[in-house]
């Protein structure tokens, strides 16, 4: 059993900065897809980032691109989400998903581990 805690969301002005973190524990950490979502109150959850097993690849969201990166530590179980100039917008409960396959999804039903999610929220 996989099991993912985020940490590192919080409260942060409009045009700032914060860096999710994913520990992962329970399995291989390198065999996994790595995705973050995330979900706004009254809207369904949105794909943001997702990155490959030696996370040479990665790829997002139209909504985040040029403003969030994803990244990961293989060596620390650790996947990230460095998200800068974020906006009102960005606001949400932010979701780290694992994904036991080769090949990367932005749908949210091909992962098969989540963690808790992690509140941010921007304000103005």
């Known amino acids: 059993q996989v099991q993912l805690v985020e940490s590192g969301g919080g409260l942060v002005q409009a045009g700032g900065s914060l860096r999710l973190s994913c520990v992962a524990s329970?399995?291989?950490?390198?065999?996994?897809?790595m995705g973050w979502f995330r979900q706004a109150p009254g809207k369904e959850r949105e794909f943001v980032a997702v990155?490959?097993?030696?996370?040479?690849?990665?790829y997002y969201g139209d909504s985040v691109k040029g403003r969030f990166t994803v990244s990961r530590d293989n060596a620390k179980n650790t996947a990230y989400l460095q998200m800068n100039s974020l906006q009102i917008e960005d606001t949400a409960v932010y979701y780290c998903?694992?994904?036991?396959?080769?090949?990367?999804?932005?749908?949210?039903?091909?992962?098969?581990?989540w963690g808790q999610g992690t509140q941010v929220t921007v304000s103005s």
């Open positions: 998903a694992a994904r036991l396959r080769r090949t990367w999804d932005t749908d949210a039903t091909f992962y098969d581990y």
């Open positions: 329970g399995g291989t950490f390198s065999k996994y897809v």
């Open positions: 990155i490959t097993w030696s996370g040479d690849n990665t």
